[in-house]
């Protein structure tokens, strides 16, 4: 099929550009445009959204969609991933970042016009931790205090954990609470939320922002469970109109307390069979943007020359952790050598194809960083033969004399195969180093590293915010990585789950049964190297040149509030008077 995709866009776009030989006028978009005469914005994401619960979306199109019909205490900026006011106008922090307070506006409303509370998010957060693992990001609230790990209970237990029967009595009720460990998020009052967590968060009202902090509301006839399109109540920028087996309709919500500022009367999330049939529809100007489409090399090669083809920095980092259990990698010079021997800028350009970002560093830049500790220049990870070889020497392998073959361990992938096998010459020809290619299928691949059998492993991981103490505890959680069973969001990731494609081939990291210091910041993290980052990921997308503020971000969330049509819009004349470029 991929072969396939290639092969139809070859020959489209062959022909798109056949007047590049005969020099006449090129169109510089992809496609038909044709300005629409409405606020109706046409989405391919992906394929159709399959959950509308904020607890249960787990990567597009379903976390877009839930952007979209709730909103959260805050927001993110879409071009500087900066929190900003939504549910709450403001918030404050107290006890050196472990307590936070946030303040909520009067007028936001449910979509069957009943206010918005703070109680609202103490539910549904409660009612998320108590679905452990199968809610996908339940561990993003693990820092709210009494927020630790739960055995799993099924949706409809949760619902009814969090939404106590009317018949109970205010005894019955505050005896339940006293069972129960203090929950960290509490009502003060309806306009008033406190969180306290168990380690200070600077940027924890970032945190807040992703989907999985969204607030539920169910109606004392809706079944218990899972959420559906029937009768959802939501709170954001849309609500949900229409569903069937070919699209999903949102329509601007008559309640929302900031409707004067969203300029889409619908949103229409539209499905594609594959790849070949969104871009064949996006071409035919059926839709006005496509995303999380399942693009190959050639693919993006020839797409990258027009003028709505966008790609971005995507904050999916594909890294090697070393087992440090085993010597010499529990020496941070060896592990120091082996990282910095590396070439990854020849990685990204020749072994993925251009396709990825050499990462230096375990998070990715942003335009306005948020508060995080600052890493300098001197802390990246460059390429540097001579240190290299002389951190090498050091730890007592002159020249690589008498270390032990590394066993490096990855998941059965081309891609990932081409990676290790060059990173192997790179140690080989830099350090004089041997390594042994472990090439293993998902379930040996997983039992492996269950099992510490490996020197060193290639993991990945899918960042689903901004603030850098959850995404360093994501990659390394309370001891390092690489030696214990992967967590909930990689066992998701995982071929054959009904994920996008992007999403299939990245996973997450996993955590260490050993008590080892903890890593906190990034910085800790470049200074102790128990693994090292190799790659970003990118996203692309197909917009056309008439719609205005859809952002991309390196957490691949645009914003639909922000998203409006250009009615307008015209395409600039060149000084002939054509689109020719």
Partial sequence: MRAAVATTLLFALALSHAGCFLNEAVEPYYGRVVVPSGQQFRWSDGGLPQTFDPAFAAAPPDTDL?????????????QTLMPVPAVATKWEASNGGRTWTFYLRDDARWSNGAVVTAEDFVRSWQRTVKLGELAPHTDLLANIEGAEKKPSVSP????????PPLHSTASTLAAARESEPAFGAEALSDRVLRVRLRRPDMNFPALVAHPVFRPVKLSVDAPAGKLSASGLLSNGAFSVAETDNERVLLARAENYWDKRQVTLQSVEFVGARDTESALASYRSGGVDAVTNAALEPLAIKLLAP???????????????????????????RV????????????????????????????????????????????????????????LLAEAGFPNGK???????????????????????????????????????????????????????VRRGIVMQTTDELTNIHTLFGENYPGTAAANETERLNKPGTGLSERSKSIVTADRSATTLPAIDTEAQALNNLSAMPIYFASSYALVKPYVNGFDANILDAPSLKKVRIDGNWKPAASPTGSNAR
């Fill in 66 to 78: 839930v952007r979209a019909i709730f909103e959260g205490l805050t927001d993110y900026d879409p």
């Fill in 156 to 163: 409809a237990q949760a619902a009814a954990q969090s939404s």
């Fill in 306 to 332: 027009y003028a709505d083809f966008r790609r971005t920095t995507f904050g999916a980092l594909t890294y090697y952790t070393f087992n440090t259990a085993r010597a010499p990698f529990d020496d941070v």
């Fill in 335 to 390: 592990r120091e050598a082996l990282a910095i021997a590396i070439d990854r800028d020849r990685i990204s350009a020749d072994e993925t194809g251009g396709a990825t970002e050499p990462a230096k560093r375990f998070l990715p830049q942003i335009p306005t960083e948020a508060p995080k500790t600052v890493v300098g220049k001197s802390d990246l990870l460059e390429k540097d033969d001579e240190r290299a070889r002389q």
């Fill in 402 to 456: 008498n270390f032990p073959i590394v066993r490096l361990l990855v998941n059965r992938n081309e891609q990932q195969r081409l990676v290790a096998q060059a990173i192997a010459v790179m140690w080989r020809n830099v350090l004089n180093i041997q390594t042994e290619l472990v090439t293993k299928n998902w379930d040996d691949y997983e039992a492996a590293i269950r099992s510490g059998d490996f020197d060193v």
